[in-house]
């Protein structure tokens, strides 16, 4: 499968319903916690995906940090994984403190980083779709009700509905190519279980989740198996 990067010039937006746009634009997890290079083994997944595309010198890529917070794993990705002038990273959060945050990291960044290779915007003033479409979304660890004292397997399901992540899903593959790749680590529910959409993807790599897994019909928590190893990262093969 190729990577369909046709340029956001000759883009259609995809049409969103008003439920996968209430729920991409709300803040589900309240943690602003974070690190440079968190998800290694996921981020290099990522990259090994891109190599088989680095000889088409003409092509650009557009990758996006869905729940950026400060900024610390768009950073990551373009100076770590993505240095490459073809890679354009844009990170959305929707809080502005930690927005302002990213963007004073950014300038900081000793050597400078050119200017346009990272771009933070807040999701409530803006559709992550305008900056669009992307070739990589990254959703990591933001797609989950986790962290908050006394939570339980009731509390995810009344807060984090098995609907919203459905809809949280749709929400970003409506703003993905064909041919690109959605990485997620952490999530309270499991990505296959979204029988309509994930029948257009394929997994291709491995990595450690830790947020436990809810089922939603028995609200109760899921027992671990393969010490933690999920998919996390998929290629779309069809729209």
Known sequence: MSLQNTGKANWKINEVTAKQKEVGQSQIQFSHATAM??????????QKYFESFATKKAMKF?????GSSTGEEAITLATMYFNDT???LFGVDLDQESIDKAKASVASQDPKLDSGKVTFFNGKDVDIR???PYDAIFANSVLCYHGTRGVNPKSIVDKYPFADFEAS?????ASLNVGGVLAIVNTNYHFSDVENLYKKYRPISKC?????????KNVAYEKMTDNGMLDCVWVKESA
């Open 37 to 46: 290079n968190r998800y290694p083994d996921e981020y290099s997944a990522v």
């Open 62 to 66: 557009s990758l996006l940090s869905f």
């Open 86 to 88: 073809k890679f354009n």
């Open 130 to 132: 305008e900056y669009g």
């Open 169 to 173: 899903l749709g929400y970003l593959d």
């Open 208 to 216: 450690y989740n830790f947020v436990p897994k809810v089922d939603a």
